[in-house]
Nanobody, 124 residues
Framework: QLQASGGGLVQPGGSLRLSCAAS????????IAWFRQAPGKEREGVSC????????WFADSVKGRFTISRDNAKNTMYLQMNSLKSEDTAVYYC???????????????????WGKGTLVTVSS
């Protein structure tokens, strides 16, 4: 089970850190990712870490502003979001998968385990 938290209302240019705690499995054995879905839009991948080629991927729209990480001791993954823009407003979902596919595969097909979303609203 994955439990996301940390969403809220933030002004443009501000920062938020989303957390996603895993229970029932060891997150360090899984590939991890964050997705988001804005109102009226399809779900999109935001960031991913894959063991397939040891890569970290970011959507072009968040490169240089977002950072993905994990704390294995806490069995938790994070998404640090800086310089937030109104277009970052969305429900954010954490996800994990043990299959060791590429990030491109996960972004297209999704992942096996999903947390409930947490809403991020960027507005003045």
């Amino acid at each position: 089970q994955l439990q996301a938290s940390g969403g809220g209302l933030v002004q443009p240019g501000g920062s938020l850190r989303l957390s996603c705690a895993a229970s029932g499995f060891n997150l360090d054995n899984y590939d991890i990712a964050w997705f988001r879905q804005a109102p009226g839009k399809e779900r999109e991948g935001v960031s991913c870490v894959s063991s397939n080629n040891g890569s970290t991927w970011f959507a072009d729209s968040v490169k240089g502003r977002f950072t993905i990480s994990r704390d294995n001791a806490k069995n938790t993954m994070y998404l640090q979001m800086n310089s937030l823009k109104s277009e970052d407003t969305a429900v954010y979902y954490c996800a994990a998968d043990p299959k060791a596919e590429s990030c491109g595969w996960y972004v297209y097909y999704g992942m096996d385990y999903w947390g409930k979303g947490t809403l991020v609203t960027v507005s003045s």
